[in-house]
């Protein structure tokens, strides 16, 4: 299975790298929304994790191209909880869940665990 | 199949089946028998007709003969006969082979079956062998139309003789075709009860079956329904459901009333709901929120966090108009109902009370109501006093911080700073209780008991540093205290000094009738700490319910300052200990003949070589040794036999050393034995003697010999001759 | 809010961050005999926690790396984790990471603030905003700080590497 890991802070990717590395066979990483959306396109990730304020393209944005691109992908956002409304917005349009941040390593993992067995269990 | 098919109706059907089953039975059984009944009719009117028909016969032959010997005309009869012998014969030879016979009701043609019944075909048998001669008798006349006079004759003749046997046969062929049909009757009428019977304990099983089922369906569904409005109604949250539409539906908890204040709730748009309570931006953010439950891409574990009502604010309109701020929770679960329906189970917690009680938490330390408290206890302590109290205490509890601070991770370090800032402590609250700081030693009072606290705890697990939380909190409120003091100190400026100092120098009647004005006033110039104490002692006295009076002697003239703080936190313990242990009440004084006021005193001389004596005695029930044994064994220190052989001087040598009290209750002033153990600190700083001399019920006496000279500082490094601790009776 | 609850919110994130940290990567420790979890659900194997002390204002503070984390709401805090060079490469060792360079020791010292960030915020509750962790590599004078008068400085020892959580807690 692949990830992607979508944060424009490096302190964050490598967390999440760290932490969710042994899952994956594949990690991928995209440091802006744009990337995340090319990144997605060429790589086709069955799990990413999206940051939601991101310079150029921002997460909402990025989420629903991706939606729109692979609408079978997991999108997990993981963001600061600054504005709630936003992160609505990006569930309805097609992320499983949120992780606010900050995070901690249990948290991230049970969050993506589920999905991993969604995915196992197709 | 026919399970899958049917399910949980099976029972239904097969009871169905089974009715119809009997009532079909009874249906082809009946059509059967009544068409068996119905055959069995014509064979008894044939039998009938057969016995008509010999008869006739009889008749007609008479009529042939009687008309032939007239010679008269005896066609008819003859056709008569004729036609009824043929019949006859017709008929019995149906009854004996089956054929088809003319029906004597109807008329018309109808097959009937042989007799097969053994005792119908005995009476045939018998009735065929006597026709078989009829039919000898009769055959001549059927040739032709002339009937000769021998033919006539010997027929009538065997028809006479006969006629009446063929009868009483076929009479008894009726019979028994009556008795066959009766027969067949009974068997119809017991079939038809049977399977009526059958079928209507079918009927009734199944009524009663379903009607019971449907009695505990309707009693469950009752149940349901009582629970869930008992479980509504006496819930302490609102709760309600949400459907798909996004709709409040079906039931809703009472309490969902009370919070939001009305009792339109069922059926209405949870959109329009909100938007009476909440603003129109937190009402849409909360409908995209609560749609995300119906969504099946959502993990709904993963969703909590951006629930935009959580702690909301809710504008709740009273009936009168006026208006209520609440704050409200809620949260959000998906169930599926059974007829796998999703709803959103919504439970909405009135939190207000909750936040209140937070922010009240805050204000819990009210600083303005905290500074008049202090203003009233700072007033009357002399300026310098005050300044140097503030000094002491606060290089105290930076002592205790550094005693933290330093401690190694050990549990036997710990031990050892425990016992240390114990006795920093007890130096403070005493400073405090002296100088009737009640906050300032309530402060004090509650860091010992945390100290003892932790110390509980020590002796069942090992420490760790998380444990001396408590402690440390304490000592930052404590600190804080201290800052109020100041704080209110310095806002006071010099009018302490300046406007209240002859207050606190006001003397009591009471202490008039010790010591002479003059006296007082030079104890006061001289030495203001030592003062206090006579006011100090009439309060603790009265704290604890007994009556006391404290004498000083010797500090009318000025002491060394160093020497006098090392003697005056002695006299505070002692003192704390007299009143707590050593000073009987009223009544106690009473009853042993002693004056009802307890005395007290202090003195401090020398010999002007640097000798000096420190004696405090009081006149209350002297050395409790029985206590301190006792205590000891309750403390596991020692067994009971052990304690019984120590003597006098080893017990108040275990009373100095280990923290020991011989009070049962602990309160601000005694009851953790720090004290003496303070004072056996101070003697030994002092390098001093200790003797102690008691008598039970008479007195205790300290007294307290050592030498000093103002440029000499105490050292701690000696140790203290052995023999420091001395008793006399 | 009570002191002792924020101060407990800190302290149970740093023991969980620990405890973590032999969960994952202790390889030594994969088999736990119950007794020693049941000590473990008290206090980490390794994590020592020593006496909590104050700190008056105006201190000089600090190891070689800090985290620091503010927290408001209807308290304002500020909450430090300060470590040593020694201690930080311990940890990242123990991960094994192979590189041991300042920025990487830096991402550290802000990941463990990040864990006890976000331990308080499931702790607290939404009501808090907790800010994203800061790092400061210098040492630090409280009064830069409006910190609380006195504030509580929580030292730790892992694998014999002392470290400090210093906590200052206000209502707003």
């Given at each position: 299975m692949k990830l992607m890991i979508v944060d424009d802070s490096l302190i964050i990717r490598n967390k999440i790298n760290r932490t969710l590395?042994?899952?994956?066979?594949k990690v991928c990483r995209a440091e802006n929304g744009q990337q995340a959306i090319d990144m997605a396109t060429a790589e086709r990730p069955n799990v990413v994790t999206m940051d939601?304020?991101?310079?150029?393209?921002?997460g909402v944005e990025a989420i629903e191209k991706i939606m729109a691109i692979a609408p079978e992908t997991h999108i997990l956002v993981i963001s600061a909880l600054a504005d709630k409304a936003t992160a609505i917005k990006a569930l309805t349009l097609g992320a499983y869940g949120f992780l606010c941040k900050p995070f901690t390593e249990r948290e991230l993992s049970s969050a993506i665990e589920r999905i991993i067995d969604i995915e196992l269990c197709k | 199949m026919f399970s899958t098919l049917f399910g949980k109706y099976r029972f239904l059907v097969i009871s169905i089946a089974l009715f119809l089953i009997f009532d079909l039975g009874v249906l082809v059984l009946n059509f059967y028998t009544s068409g068996k009944i119905a055959e069995q009719t014509e064979l008894i009117n044939s039998a009938a007709r057969q016995r008509t028909l010999t008869q006739q016969m009889s008749k007609a032959t008479l009529y042939i003969k009687s008309q032939k010997l007239q010679l008269w005309v005896y066609q008819s009869g003859l056709d008569e006969l004729r036609d009824h012998y043929r019949t006859f014969g017709a008929a019995l030879q149906a009854f004996n082979q089956g054929g088809t016979i003319v029906s004597p009701s109807t008329g018309l043609p109808i097959s009937i079956s042989a007799v097969s019944d053994p005792e119908g075909v005995a009476i045939l048998s018998r009735a065929n062998s006597l026709w078989s001669e009829f039919e000898t008798a009769i055959e001549p006349l059927m040739i032709d139309t002339l009937v000769s006079d021998d033919e006539i004759r010997p027929a009538s003749s065997f028809i006479a003789a006969n006629n009446l046997k063929m009868f009483a046969l076929m009479d008894e062929l009726t019979e028994f075709f009556k008795a066959t049909s009766e027969r067949q009757t009974n068997l119809l009428r017991a079939a038809q009860v049977i399977g009526i019977t059958l079928a209507t304990i079918n009927f009734f099983i199944i009524l009663f079956h379903f009607l019971g089922q449907l009695r505990v369906r309707d009693q469950e569904i009752q149940l349901k329904q009582h629970e869930s409005d008992q479980i509504l109604s006496t819930i302490n949250e609102g709760v309600f459901l949400l459907d798909r539409n996004m709709v409040m539906s079906g039931q809703h908890s009472k309490q969902l009333e009370k919070i939001?204040?009305?009792?339109?709730?069922?059926?209405?748009k949870f959109e329009r709901f909100l938007a009476r309570y909440f603003p129109q931006k937190t009402v849409n953010t909360a409908l995209d929120f609560a749609k995300l439950y119906f969504?099946?891409?959502?993990?709904?574990?993963?969703i909590e966090d951006v629930n935009p009502l959580k702690r909301v604010e809710a504008v709740i309109t009273k009936k009168g108009g006026e208006t209520e701020t609440k704050y409200l929770d809620f949260s959000f679960a998906i169930l599926s109902q059974d007829d796998a329906r999703q709803v959103v189970l919504v439970t909405v917690r009135d939190v207000s009370a909750k936040i209140l009680l937070e922010a009240q938490d805050q204000l819990n330390a009210d600083e303005l109501e905290q500074q008049m408290a202090l203003l009233t206890q700072i007033l009357p302590i002399p300026r310098t006093d005050l300044a140097a109290f503030i000094d002491d205490s606060r290089s105290g509890l930076d002592r205790i911080n550094l005693l933290l601070k330093d401690t190694k991770q050990a549990s036997g370090s710990y031990e050892a700073m425990l016992i240390r800032i114990a006795r920093e402590t007890h130096k403070l609250k005493g400073n405090a209780s002296v100088l009737n700081f009640e906050m300032i030693a309530q402060g004090h009072h509650l860091f010992e008991n945390t100290i003892e606290e932790i110390s509980r705890q020590a002796k069942h697990r090992t420490l760790n540093g998380r444990d001396f939380l408590p402690l440390t909190m304490q000592l930052k409120q404590n600190f804080a205290s201290l800052n109020l003091i100041e704080g209110v100190r310095d806002k006071l400026g010099d009018y302490v000094d300046t406007s209240l100092n002859h207050v606190t120098r006001g003397t009591p009647d009471n202490r008039l009738e010790l010591s002479t004005k003059k006296s007082l006033d030079e104890l006061a110039e001289q030495n203001p700490k030592w003062f206090e104490l006579l006011a100090y002692t009439q309060k603790l006295a009265a704290q604890k319910g007994i009556a006391a009076r404290l004498n000083l002697r010797g500090l009318n003239t000025p002491l060394n300052s160093q020497l006098s703080s090392e003697l005056y936190l002695i006299a505070v313990q002692l003192l704390h200990n007299s009143l707590a242990h050593g000073l009987e009440s009223e009544e106690q004084r009473l009853e042993l003949k002693k004056p009802s006021l307890g005395e007290i005193s202090v003195s401090i001389s020398h010999d002007k070589r640097g000798n000096y004596r420190f004696l405090f005695e009081d006149?209350?029930?002297?050395?409790d040794y029985e206590r301190i044994r006792s205590e000891l064994v309750d403390r596991k220190l020692l067994d009971s036999r052990e304690a019984k052989a120590l003597g006098n001087t080893a017990l108040v040598r275990y009373a100095f050393k280990d923290a020991i009290s011989t009070q049962q209750n602990v309160d601000q002033t005694a009851g953790r034995g720090v004290g003496l153990a303070l004072v056996w600190q101070q003697v030994k700083a002092l390098n001093a003697k200790l003797k102690i001399r008691s008598v039970s019920n008479e007195f205790t006496q300290f007294i307290i010999d050592f030498s000093y000279s103002p440029s000499e500082t105490s050292s701690e490094i000696l140790d203290p001759p052995?023999?420091?601790?001395l008793l006399a009776s | 809010m009570s002191e002792r609850r924020y101060i407990d919110v800190f302290v149970d994130g740093l023991i969980s961050y620990f405890d973590h940290l032999n969960e994952s990567f202790g390889s030594s420790r994969s088999v736990i005999s119950s007794s020693e979890h049941a000590q473990r659900s008290t206090q980490s194997v390794d994590l020592e926690l020593g006496t909590p002390y104050l700190l008056k204002n105006e201190a000089t503070i600090g190891m070689d790396f800090t985290g620091m984390i503010t927290v408001s709401g209807s308290s304002v805090g500020t909450v430090f984790v300060s470590a040593p060079r020694a201690l930080l490469k311990r940890i990242l060792l123990s991960y094994g990471e192979a590189e041991l360079r300042d920025e990487l020791l830096r991402d550290l010292v802000g990941e463990i603030a990040n864990t006890l960030a976000g331990n308080a915020r499931r702790e607290l509750g939404a009501d808090f905003h907790i800010s994203i962790p800061r790092v400061i590599q210098a040492p630090l004078n409280t009064k830069d700080y409006r910190l609380d008068q006195h504030c509580y400085l929580l030292p730790f020892r892992w694998r014999s590497s002392k470290a400090e959580l210093i906590i200052s807690v206000k209502d707003s």
């Open positions: 590395l042994s899952r994956f066979s939601l304020t991101m310079p150029e393209v921002d | 939001f204040l009305t009792r339109k709730v069922s059926g209405r969504r099946d891409h959502i993990d709904t574990a993963l006149d209350g029930r002297g050395f052995s023999e420091s601790v | -």
